[in-house]
């Protein structure tokens, strides 16, 4: 089992800034990714960006210039500096942690609500 502890959300106008941080712990593969997902009132979950352990990187479209994810692989903590954030970025955002082996297991955070005013 992999937990996740999420922070960082909150409340912003628009043009600002914010920093997403997920914790994982627990037993950790020595291949895996992290990643950051959102669900907007109505609408699917989709992906936002994701990084490997070896920093490997792969953003959304809307996420390209804006956003920016990292990691620290000493502490299992991935990082996603949201700059320029629009209304339409208001979301939940979840952290996802992949486990990589024979089989792939996900593990997922109770979310961190981000709203962006206008």
């Known amino acids: 089992q992999v937990q996740l502890v999420e922070s960082g959300g909150g409340l912003v106008q628009a043009g600002g800034s914010l920093r997403l941080s997920c914790a994982a712990s627990?037993?950790?593969?020595?291949?895996?990714?992290m990643g950051w997902y959102r669900r907007a009132p109505g609408k699917q979950r989709e992906l936002v960006a994701a990084?490997?352990?070896?920093?490997?990187?792969n953003y959304a479209d809307f996420a390209n210039g804006r956003f920016s994810i990292s990691r620290d692989n000493a502490k299992n903590t991935v990082y996603l500096q949201m700059n320029n954030l629009k209304p339409e970025d208001t979301a939940v955002y979840y952290c996802?942690?992949?486990?990589?082996?024979?089989?792939?297991?996900?593990?997922w955070g109770q979310g961190t609500q981000v709203t962006v005013s206008s």
């Open positions: 996802k942690f992949t486990n990589h082996g024979p089989l792939s297991y996900d593990y």
């Open positions: 627990g037993r950790i593969f020595s291949i895996n990714e």
């Open positions: 990084i490997t352990n070896g920093g490997r990187t």
